[in-house]
């Protein structure tokens, strides 16, 4: 199985700020990553695959980059709703999942 | 609204079963592959099984493999997990997910989760 490690596992930020999120996998992916926005109780919700491809309704501060085996999602001019957990997710092969950021409030 | 929605969580005992379902609506489940993912306390998320919205290509996690089987009803709009022998290891939350585009492994639907819970 493809590993993936994120980092933080957690991060203090404000609202406004940027912040980014890093995954990286245990062996090349290409592409081939998706990222994940979670909240307590609630569904996960798709925010970017193919490593930058944002779905349409997300809001264009969550950006995704990166390829082989680093990547990143980064948030820009954080909102209230925005902190809570993000996870990342390898597609290139039967899925694996990086074990979560939270984000919470400074 | 596009929704997925488990039921069939609960308490089960070590070498119990339990059988989940994932009711479909807002959207035809008959053009998409549908997955099964888990999350137990403190862990991360751990893919499950994988059936296909035309073959009935079916994968498993070795984790699961030999106890658990996918199965879909895209008449009743439903998709279902038979988990047997569970183990104290099977306690989660369990998500029915559905693949955006068949063989691409990303998820854009989630449902809420199921709690599962083994423990004698």
Redesign the interface.
């Known amino acids: 199985d493809i590993q993936m490690t994120q980092s933080p596992s957690s991060l203090s930020a404000s609202v406004g700020d940027r912040v980014t999120i890093a995954c990286r996998a245990s062996r090349r992916i290409d592409t081939f990553l998706s990222w994940y926005q979670q909240s307590p109780g609630k569904a996960p919700r798709l925010l970017i695959h193919s490593a930058s491809t944002t779905l349409g309704g997300v809001p264009s501060r969550f950006s995704g980059s990166g390829s082989g085996t680093d990547f990143a999602l980064t948030i820009t001019n954080l909102q209230p709703d925005d902190f809570v957990t993000y996870f990342c997710q390898q597609t290139y092969s039967r899925p694996t999942f990086g074990q979560g950021t939270k984000l919470d409030i400074k | 609204e596009e929704q997925?929605v488990e039921s069939g969580g609960g308490l089960a005992r070590p070498g119990g079963s339990l059988r989940l379902s994932c009711a479909v609506s807002g959207f035809s489940v008959s053009g998409y592959s549908m997955n099964w993912v888990r999350q137990g306390p403190g862990k991360?998320?751990?893919?499950l099984a994988?059936i296909n919205d035309g073959s009935g290509q079916i994968?498993y996690?070795d984790s699961v493999k030999g106890r658990f089987t996918v199965s879909r009803d895209d008449a009743r709009s439903s998709v279902f997990l038979q988990m047997n022998s569970l183990t104290d290891e099977d306690t989660a939350v369990y998500?029915c997910?559905r693949e955006?585009l068949s063989g691409?492994?990303?998820?854009?639907?989630?449902?809420?989760?199921a709690l599962v819970t083994v423990s004698s």
């Open positions: 997925l991360r998320l751990e893919w994988y994968f996690a998500y997910a955006a691409h492994w990303y998820f854009d639907l989630w449902g809420r989760g």
